[in-house]
């Protein structure tokens, strides 16, 4: 694997708004570097651009100035199905339309690996073996007849994550992952990505409001603010009182967690 997942040069990202009101970039000239076999936790208030740059890593959306690059490579030049084979992408929990099962839908993430089959193609003993390794890696293959619609928040955010581990991905970027979760089902998650990090050697990008969260479990931090990095380091660097109050705009406390000794953030009363 790369030395580096990611580079990024003064990326900037608007959202295209009407005739009558000119677009306003939500990512503005953030150049950064991401390196490969580290969890980070990007960081920030709502509207900072943390989604935005999410899925401009994962290539759903493109940049309109700056460059990004993917283990060494322009990401603009790179087809979707290629980058789906690299890079795996965790959204927020969404409505299930349809009523697939846990099997079904943790094998959609083999798709990437049928593009230019030409047609439709049936999954085949790999990728029965894949998904099935998956599931299990999860704790979710006692499920995988039961409809996504019908299981628990936690149980389904785990067949999520299965069916982004299907796709054999290099790196594995969320999208609020414990969000809606009870607490027990928060801690589970974020054990889970610490293991996929740890044993898989997965690059993990996440994105999350829960300050307390990332810094027990993430490497590296970066903190948004209107699409501008302010700054990037390790959770001792970046969760401090004079930072925070900076970006948020109101005084917090900052102790130590009597466990891991890491950076711990409470509200004043």
Known sequence: MAHVAYSLDRVTFAYARGRRSAS???IQELSCLVSSG?????????????????????????????TI???????????????????ALVPQETL???????????????SPHHQGWGGWHWEDAEDCTVAHNAMDELDVRHLSHRLVNEVSGGE??????????????QILLLDEPT???????????ARIIQRLN?????????????????????DQLMLLDHGHIVKTGTPEEVIRPDVLAQVYGCTVLVDRHPQSGMPRVSLPV
């Open 179 to 189: 969000a809606f979760l009870d607490l027990h089902h928060q801690l589970d998650i």
């Open 69 to 87: 690059e993917l283990l060494g490579e322009s990401l603009s030049g790179l087809s979707q199905a290629y980058v789906a084979k690299q890079v």
């Open 24 to 26: 306003q970039a939500v």
């Open 156 to 169: 389904r955010q785990r067949a999520v994550i299965a069916r982004a581990l299907v796709q054999e991905p």
């Open 38 to 66: 580290r969890v980070l936790g990007i960081l920030g208030p709502n509207g900072s651009g943390k989604s935005t740059l999410l899925k401009l890593l994962a290539r759903v959306m493109q940049p309109q100035t700056g």
């Open 96 to 110: 299930q339309v349809f009523p697939f099962t846990i099997a079904e839908m943790v094998m959609m993430g083999r």
């Open 198 to 218: 740890h044993e898989r050697g997965l690059t993990v990008i996440l994105v999350s409001h829960d300050l307390n969260l990332a810094s027990q479990y993430c």
